[in-house]
């Protein structure tokens, strides 16, 4: 666990580094400019597997998983570590296509993107499904309990994060019907 927050630490350092007021006043060649991008890609990547990393070591805890358990604790984590890995470079390959191309992308051609990509993310939500399940069912009744309960959190987590959003959105607009109204004036 030490280990994980010392990496955390030393990339959270990393990341305030690159964005301190100096560097955003400097105006770099474009050749250094890519070469910040690319690490600051490269520091977000790190920070988003020890982020899985940290997700999965709170799970193994609180489950409290017994000798018996952990060859399918550990096919299970060795998946959505690697899943993460795979989300990441996607994401990285997509950008790069996008930004490389010879001409910005029709709206048809955004549109099959983010069809590819939508049925990208199921498929690998029911990977994650069958991978967890197997995890599961060898679960005991107290652990199945924990790991439902953190679910729940999970769910309501994201439901009051997407109604906070969608506040915002409605205020946002009603804003702007307020302005043009004024200008209307």
Do not use: C
């Not at 964005?19 to 890609?41: G, V």
């Not at 549109?111 to 069912?137: H, V």
């Amino acid at each position: 666990m030490s280990k994980l927050l010392l990496t955390l630490a030393i990339s959270s350092l990393a990341l305030s580094s690159l964005l301190l007021p100096s560097t955003l006043n400097a105006r770099p060649s474009e050749k250094a400019a890519s070469a910040d991008r690319a690490e600051l890609r490269a520091i977000k990547m790190e920070k988003a597997k020890l982020h899985t990393q940290e997700r999965l070591l709170k799970l193994k805890t609180a489950l409290k998983l017994n000798e018996n358990q952990m060859g399918d604790w550990k096919t299970y984590s060795d998946y959505m570590t690697s899943t993460s890995n795979n989300k990441l470079n996607a994401l990285v390959s997509l950008k790069n296509k996008l930004t490389n191309a010879e001409s910005p992308p029709t709206s048809i051609e955004l549109a099959k993107l983010n069809i590819t990509r939508l049925e990208n993310k199921l498929s690998g939500a029911k990977n994650q499904l069958q991978a967890f399940s197997k995890l599961y069912k060898i679960l005991d009744k107290a652990q199945r309990e924990t790991v439902d309960k953190l679910a729940r959190r999970k769910v309501h987590r994201e439901a009051k994060s997407l109604r906070k959003a969608k506040m915002m959105a409605m205020k946002s607009q009603k804003m702007k019907r307020q302005q043009k109204k004024k200008m209307e004036q």
